[in-house]
């Protein structure tokens, strides 16, 4: 036993060296430890990153979609509007071209007379009519009545001259005064003038017997060369009857003292 001989010193320095193996093995664990726990948290990073950057694209992808349905809209719009235009550059020609055209036509045709055509003559028969009562209507023109009554009436309501006012003031809105023998009648507004050739609506007057005036409205224009009267107050006394004649005919040939007059608004 005394052959074998031990270095404790060898043995210590063995230990010690074992000693820092297993520190730097430790050491080594530790940071293999370090680096895979980094490598884990860099992968959840990764992971995430991934996840982020998938929804960010998807929500990019939308914005592009819902940017592309805008951008169609708009080019969709443009093109109406484009449309539209050329609708109203189409219509503005037509109508330009169509007030050329009337223009030139109104042009050549300026100096040409309107013929106004006359209207065709009525052919109303002459009937006398006996009165009954006062304020018997016999006859009616254009809505005005001429209305008669059994007693003597030259003046007031039933006389000739006031069925010739209210027939202008029906017709034309026009107040006609100064109707008395041998007078010209006035009129609030507008002209009235002494015409050979009377029309439908102009006043009438003539004298009668007694060299009085009577008044009236021309109903028609007869070839023949007369004119159908309506009027009030022109009546007689036959075996104590009173007669009136509705449609009563005058002209120059066989009526004393006849006149026409014609109103116009200027």
Not at 69 to 83: D, H, N, P, T, V
Not at 156 to 184: D, I, P, W
Not at 236 to 242: A, F, H, K, L, Y
Request: charged share 20%; hydrophobic share 35%; proline share 3%.
């Amino acid at each position: 036993m005394s052959r074998i001989r031990i270095n404790t010193d060898s043995l210590w320095d063995a230990g010690k060296t074992l000693e820092k193996i297993q520190l730097g093995i430790g050491s080594l664990a530790n940071s293999l430890k370090a680096k895979a726990l980094s490598l884990n948290i860099f992968e959840d990073i990764l992971q995430w990153s991934d996840e982020r950057i998938k929804n960010e694209a998807k929500q990019m992808s939308a914005q592009a979609d819902r940017c592309g349905a805008a951008a169609s809209y708009l080019f969709k719009m443009a093109e109406g509007y484009e449309a539209a235009e050329k609708a109203i550059a189409n219509s503005l020609y037509t109508i330009a071209s169509a007030i050329q055209k009337v223009s030139e036509e109104t042009s050549a045709t300026a100096d040409e007379p309107i013929q106004t055509p006359s209207p065709p003559p009525v052919n109303y028969n002459k009937t006398n009519v006996k009165i009954t009562k006062s304020g018997q209507v016999v006859d009616s023109f254009n809505g005005v009545d001429a209305v008669y009554v059994l007693e003597e009436s030259d003046e007031g309501e039933y006389c000739c001259a006031r069925f010739v006012s209210k027939y202008y003031l029906k017709m034309h809105g026009v107040s006609v005064s100064n109707l008395f023998t041998q007078c010209t009648p006035v009129v609030n507004k507008g002209t009235i003038d002494v015409v050979t050739t009377p029309q439908v609506g102009d006043i009438g007057y003539q004298t009668n017997s007694g060299g009085y005036g009577h008044w009236f409205i021309v109903k028609a224009v007869n070839d023949d060369g007369t004119y159908t009267v309506i009027e009030q107050n022109w009546k007689r006394t036959s075996g104590g009857e009173v007669y009136c004649t509705v449609n009563r005919r005058v002209s120059y040939d066989t009526t004393k003292g006849l006149k026409f007059y014609r109103w116009s608004e200027n």
